[in-house]
């Protein structure tokens, strides 16, 4: 199970769309995640009928192949870009990863783009 | 002879100076009926942006695909909608990823080796050895070309001989043809004016859509399929199967992809007024496409999903925080909860954004000049007389009072059924830009249209006058601000306020006089009726 928080690249240092090759790249589509809004304020994405109430309203949605994933993640970072926040939303994944798949190469690397209220769990 | 010559030396005689033009009027093109667009297409060169039309926007974007597939889809009915609307051209810049690849269709042999025979084939790389030709279609077809060639029959005193020219066709997939070529494998092979007929530097000449290199084969053998006329009497060929010379590389769109894409619709040649958002649902896109308007003073118009709550819809846009840019008067929000037949009928009933059409309807408008060459651009494409053009729409909210005070708060002009005398239909209900002020000139769209053309149509001048001497310079764009702003008066954009309709001052810089000069304007534009209070009274 991936989690990570997505924040404004200019403040993180972190594309998210890496995140995304590192923990999803060998993912089976479709999958559902959870989104979590960290921000003060509504956060409407029509991409995925998704809307999230200020401070920590979670919803799930169902992602359809991996380029609709970067293309969601690319339009989550930019919303963080623009309002300067440094954690802005949480994704999870949901769909459990079978104890075959191997964990996913260098975890150290996603530490710097966490926020101290969510960890990143990668595997389950 | 003529009595005159054009430098005069020691000698007598008579010089005549090439003729000076004195007479040229600053006028202006029709850019203001174009849009620009980031567009996902299944057709169309992905190096650079390409213009489109109503005759040939099936050919340079492909014939669209499903909203089921992608709602990325979406943009290419807008631009298909648009063009038949009203807007002269779209110019399109092409979305892809980085793993894009155009690759090489070529007729040798696939394995390189010598005694292969030769097929058609396609390859990662330009190939080296052991080929006739390789074509690069720079177009980036989806659904792939065919290529066929011939060979004509040349005798010499009765005998066959091999033939180094012939006759290359690039179709489409459904054996529409692209192009034609005849030139020839022999690269000192010249016409007959002297210019060189190879075929690569006949195809460079003709086009930059396709590049083509030609091999070690130097003629066509007379016992070439390719040669001739068979018995029937038709031109042989040798003619490929589809090939796919595209990889489109999938639709994962990242940040970056945005900026190159937004970047190359930045500095094209081709010229636009107004930049459309395709009803992209991505605030990524879209942020790119706010930083273009910044960059280029041009009017962003851009949709919110109308499947979209009110207060989605609202969240939508002030997430976008465009109400911060220092040019947040051209990005125009438009919120349409209706759903539509498509226009195109490759889709069923779906949800259609707006903002193109408005955009089309602007393209309409703008090509309607007076004989001073301004446009109405202070009527905007609002109300009454600019309803919605589209089959089958069915509301799926009509909001209430204080819902649309909600939207007009958040700067998003509703696209709603509204009754009217001689009946009701679907209007765009309001003309707001996303300016963050109450009662200001700058929340009119009206007012936003006619103030970047105007300052469209000084840089312009003042481009041209660039590099002249100060005085000249100086006299020249004062001549142009007075007639101009005279005639901008006369066509109702601007009007008396407080102060004159208009002032302007132009003057060498008080710092650096030499090579500097500062042109200020100010204007008092027309505004535009957004509320009516009516009042009754009964008297006795």
């Given amino acids: 199970m991936a989690k990570f928080i997505i924040g404004a690249p200019s403040i993180t240092g972190i594309d998210a769309n890496d995140l995304v090759n590192e923990f999803f790249a060998d993912s089976t589509f479709p999958l559902t995640i959870r989104l979590q809004n960290h921000l003060p304020r509504n956060i409407s994405l029509p991409e995925i009928n998704v809307f999230l109430k200020p401070f920590d309203d979670k919803a799930e949605a169902k992602i359809k192949s991996l380029d609709k994933l970067h293309r969601l993640v690319s339009s989550i970072e930019q919303i963080a870009e623009l309002n300067k926040h440094e954690a802005a939303i949480t994704v999870e994944d949901l769909t459990l990863v079978s104890a075959s798949k191997p964990e996913p190469a260098k975890p150290a690397k996603v530490t710097p783009v966490v926020a101290p209220v969510v960890e990143h769990v990668v595997g389950v | ?540």
């Fill in chain 2, 1 to 540: 002879m003529q009595p005159f010559t054009r430098q005069l030396g020691a000698e007598s005689g008579v010089q005549l100076n090439p003729l000076r033009d004195n007479s040229e009027i600053p006028t202006a093109d029709n850019s203001d009926q174009v849009f620009g667009i980031l567009i996902r297409a299944t057709r169309g060169r992905i190096d650079k942006p390409f213009a489109v039309d109503r005759g040939n926007v099936l050919k340079r974007l492909g014939r669209g695909e499903s909203m089921r597939s992608t709602s990325l889809n979406e943009a290419w009915v807008h631009v298909t909608e648009a063009l038949n609307q009203g807007a002269y051209q779209a110019i399109v810049q092409r979305l892809v990823t980085t793993t894009a690849k155009v690759k090489w269709a070529v007729y040798g042999a696939e394995d390189g080796l010598a005694a292969t025979p030769y097929t058609y084939f396609v390859s990662d790389v330009e190939p080296e050895d052991n080929f006739m030709f390789a074509v690069n279609h720079l177009e980036c077809y989806n659904d792939g070309i065919k290529i066929r060639f011939h060979a004509e029959q040349k005798a010499n005193g009765g005998v066959d001989q091999p033939n180094d020219k012939i006759t290359l066709n690039v179709y489409d997939s459904s054996d529409e043809l692209l192009y034609e070529f005849y030139g020839s494998l022999n690269p000192d092979s010249k016409n007959d004016y002297g210019v060189s007929d190879y075929l690569p530097d006949l195809v460079s000449r003709l086009t930059d859509s396709v590049e083509i290199t030609v091999g070690n084969t130097r003629e066509i053998a007379i016992d070439s399929l390719a040669y001739g006329y068979n018995n029937a009497g038709h031109a042989k060929k040798i003619a490929s199967d589809v090939l796919v010379c595209f990889e489109e590389g999938g639709t994962g769109y990242t940040t970056l992809d945005y900026m190159a894409a937004r970047s190359k619709l930045q500095f094209t040649p081709f010229n636009y007024a107004y930049i459309s958002s395709g009803g992209t649902q991505s605030p990524a896109l879209l942020a790119q496409l706010a930083q273009l308007a910044f960059d280029t003073n041009r009017q962003l118009k851009f949709d919110i999903d109308g499947k979209l709550t009110i207060e989605a819809a609202i969240a939508f846009v002030e997430q976008l925080n465009m109400g911060a840019s220092p040019t947040a008067h051209l990005m125009h929000a438009f919120y349409a909860p209706l759903k539509c037949d498509d226009p195109t009928g490759i889709n069923g009933k779906l949800w259609l954004g707006t903002a193109t059409f408005n955009i089309a309807r602007c393209c309409l408008r703008n090509a309607q000049t007076n004989t001073k060459g301004f446009a109405p651009k202070n009527f905007p494409i609002a109300g009454r007389e600019h309803p919605l053009q589209r089959t089958g729409i069915k509301q799926n909210h009509t909001p209430t009072d204080q819902e649309l005070n909600a939207l007009a708060r958040a700067k998003i002009n509703p696209v709603l059924y509204e009754i009217y005398s001689g009946g009701g239909r679907y209007v765009f209900r309001d003309s707001l830009t996303c300016a963050l002020v109450e009662s200001s000139l700058k929340k009119l769209i009206a007012v936003a249209d006619m103030s970047t053309t105007v300052d469209d149509a000084v840089t312009r001048v003042a481009k041209d006058i660039l590099q002249l001497p100060m005085e000249i310079a100086i006299k020249r764009m004062n001549a142009f601000l007075g007639s101009y702003f005279e005639a901008a008066q006369a066509a109702g954009w601007l009007v008396r306020g407080e102060g004159d309709p208009f002032r302007y001052i132009v003057e060498p810089a008080a710092n650096k006089p030499y090579d500097t000069m500062q042109v200020s304007y100010w204007l008092r534009f027309d505004g535009t009726v957004r509320q009516i209070f009516v009042t009754q009274t009964l008297t006795r």
